[in-house]
């Protein structure tokens, strides 16, 4: 797929549903006893593989299209302690290899092997299943660390563990356990990750408290089934917003964006990047306008108003990687865009991604003609004030495919994007809405 310069990019765009809330919102709906409706969940492969998941288990499932063109997901779940034997496919699913073992390494009995694509068996497990054994689980990976993950069920019993990385997948993972153990489970994260499953489980009725860096559960009640509305996915608008920055005479908004603070890490980076940011009526040449909703349920949502922007570079270390985690591939990018030098440290989990992000993002971008070099945990970029193009291989990473996009309308003279589908995903369609911008 071939992405050539344009002039400029204007409109408004609503990004697909949230996919890290989507995941979740069907994993937790087949944990509950009754019924829950699920509306704007992400139609996309991987989200699609998480209800696969669950219908295995025993949960019932229809989807819908409706009129707005929206997908909306009624689902009857088994229980917290009623999932099937079944053999599972996570696709190219991360969030979903990671997080579902929690709950079935608690069922009274059963045995379950969860297995992907070339891309999952790459990527660690034993950060799940290491904890998951010290609260009783019986659970294998191959060679102690990556899928296939094999289960049995098991009496689990509650543990306090600090996290060695801050990953909000293995946090959501252990506080599924806890919610199928005895006693008290404890979570303590070094930074602040995406706290999607605390708000979901707390609407479902679970017994869960934070206390500054610790989240705790106990095991309690049945889960309640819910209505859940998937807002827009932060990271997915990312590549518009990071588009109109960097084409000059851009001007786009983006509508009803999730604005989880634990998710949009990206803007205190731009904000140190030069452009200037702010909520509606803050200023008259702002670069980024921030509108946020707060009566949009548990998770905020907002439109964020964007328009062409001269950086400089900045950098980023880690205490801003887990808010921005996704997001820093577009980092570097922008980086070619600024003005002086853009560094990324403390970002070694990039190579734990759908690709080795550190590998992929300076040998693609390298490609395109940027002035960017690894390091062992993170990138540094030289700005040059813009892009030649090239050919960019998207590794079979939905983000490196959507970044060469951007980086094609913003480059001098094109890119080729090979392996282009892998946007799908978390973003079908994303050519098509890049495309209504131009
Ligand atoms: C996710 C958490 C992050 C993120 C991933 C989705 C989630 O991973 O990179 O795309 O939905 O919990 P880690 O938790 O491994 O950092």
Redesign the pocket.
């Known amino acids: 797929m071939r992405f050539d310069p344009v002039g400029s990019l204007k409109g408004t765009l609503r990004p697909p549903p949230d996919?890290?809330i989507s995941?979740?919102a069907a994993l937790f709906a087949a944990m509950a006893d009754d019924h829950t409706h699920v509306e704007n969940y992400l139609a996309a492969a991987d989200t699609r593989s998480t209800l696969f998941a669950i219908e295995a288990v025993g949960a019932k499932v229809t989807a819908k299209q409706t009129a707005e063109g929206r997908q909306s997901v009624e689902i009857q779940g088994v229980g917290l302690r009623g999932a099937k034997p079944a053999q599972i496919d996570v696709g190219n699913a991360?969030?979903l290899m990671?997080?579902m073992p929690g709950w079935l390494a608690g069922q009274p009995e059963g045995i379950w092997r969860l297995d992907g694509d070339d891309s999952i068996r790459r990527r660690p497990v034993d950060r799940v299943a290491e904890p998951l054994r010290e609260m009783g689980a019986a659970i294998s990976a191959s060679g102690g660390q990556f899928p296939p993950l094999d289960l049995e069920g098991a009496a689990l019993h509650g543990i306090s563990y600090e996290l060695p990385?801050?990953?909000?997948?293995?946090?959501?993972c252990l506080l599924l356990a806890g919610l199928l153990a005895e006693g008290e489970t404890t979570i303590i994260e070094p930074l602040a990750?995406?706290d999607?499953?605390e708000r979901l489980l707390a609407g479902m009725g679970a017994d869960l408290r934070r206390d500054g860096n610790a989240i705790s559960v106990t095991s309690s009640h049945p889960l309640d089934g819910v209505d859940v509305e998937v807002p827009g996915d932060f990271?997915s608008a990312a590549f518009a917003l990071v588009a109109t920055l960097i084409v000059p005479g851009s001007e786009v908004v983006l509508r009803d964006v999730g604005l989880n603070g634990t998710r949009i890490g990206l803007l205190p980076i731009l904000a140190r990047m030069g452009v200037g940011m702010g909520a509606a009526g803050e200023g008259q040449d702002l670069a980024v306008v921030v509108e946020e909703i707060h009566d949009a349920g548990p998770e905020p949502l907002g439109a964020l108003h964007v328009r062409h922007a001269q950086l400089s570079g900045a950098e980023v270390t880690a205490e801003d990687v887990?808010a921005a985690?996704?997001e820093l591939p577009l980092v570097a990018l922008l980086g070619c865009f600024a003005e002086g030098e853009t560094v990324v440290s403390g970002a070694e989990?990039l190579k734990?991604?759908e690709s080795d992000r550190i590998e992929a993002v300076v040998e693609g971008l390298t490609g395109l003609g940027a002035e960017i070099e690894a390091r062992p945990d993170g990138f540094a970029v030289q700005g040059t004030g813009g892009l030649k193009g090239g050919v960019i291989d998207a590794r079979g990473d939905h983000r490196l495919a959507m970044l060469g996009a951007v980086a094609g309308v913003a480059s001098r003279e094109g890119v080729e994007v090979s392996g282009f589908e892998a946007a799908a995903v978390s973003y079908p369609g994303f050519e098509a809405d890049l495309g209504s911008l131009a």
């Open positions: 996919k890290s995941h979740r991360g969030t990671r997080i990385v801050a990953s909000a997948q293995v946090k959501s990750t995406r999607h499953t990271s887990p985690i996704d989990e734990a991604k």
